[in-house]
């Protein structure tokens, strides 16, 4: 793979900056803990595996020829992302987590794979990086080097987000050991959610 160290390095650039993934990955550690920042760290990544594929296939092309295509994916996903926040706040507050089950694990990785999917940007996205580090001369196929690019930013991706969500989580201990500062942590969360749903909703 010609310019692996310059990919990897852009890849990690992309992955710590600031966006709606990351920011749920770390309201999800610091509202349900380690294993819920970690479980959706993997989420997101799996969701990787999608935008792939579509970028690989050409498909983001033809998303980005239909403007209303892309607002109804746009769209939905704003308003996955704002229900979501919604549940959290309507929740009885971090504070009691101990004296109720929290979310399921599954949950977690179900919503952030599906509210990865939903963001086409991130299709968009892949279809113009991915390709600056293709060698259309080499013995590979294209799309057999898109797939393994996008491999290589999954797997990283799994590597910083788990960062976050493991010291996410541990913020999260910190703050629920102090009741008053706890029984915010959920409605934080929430308003986070609902705060990058709105944006993603209009944000061009």
């Known amino acids: 793979m010609p310019n692996f160290l310059l990919f990897l390095a852009a890849s990690m650039a992309i992955t ?3 966006g709606p993934d990351n920011l749920q990955v770390l309201a999800r550690g610091i509202s349900q803990g380690r294993a819920a920042g970690l479980v959706a760290a993997l989420g997101f990544a799996a969701g990787i595996s999608f935008h792939t594929t579509l970028a690989a296939l050409g498909v983001a092309a ?8 892309f607002e109804a994916v746009k769209l939905a996903g704003a308003a ?3 229900w979501i926040g919604i549940k959290a706040i309507r929740s009885k507050g971090l504070s009691s987590a101990h004296e109720r089950p929290g979310q399921p694990l599954a949950v977690v990785f179900r919503q952030s794979v599906i509210g990865n999917l939903l963001n086409p940007k991130v ?58 500062v706890g029984v915010w942590l959920d409605r934080l969360a929430g308003a986070t959610f609902i705060g990058l749903g709105i944006r993603v909703a209009f944000k061009d």
Request: no cysteine.
């Open 123 to 180: 299709t968009l996205f892949f279809i113009v990086f991915l390709p600056q580090f293709v060698n259309p001369h080499g013995g590979q196929s294209v799309m057999l080097q898109m797939f393994e690019l996008g491999g290589v930013f999954m797997l990283q991706t799994v590597a910083v987000f788990s960062v976050f969500g493991v010291a996410a989580g541990m913020i999260g201990a910190y703050l629920k050991r102090r009741p008053k």
């Open 62 to 69: 033809l998303l980005k020829s239909s403007p209303m295509a």
């Open 80 to 82: 996955y992302l704002i």
């Open 16 to 18: 710590v900056a600031p």
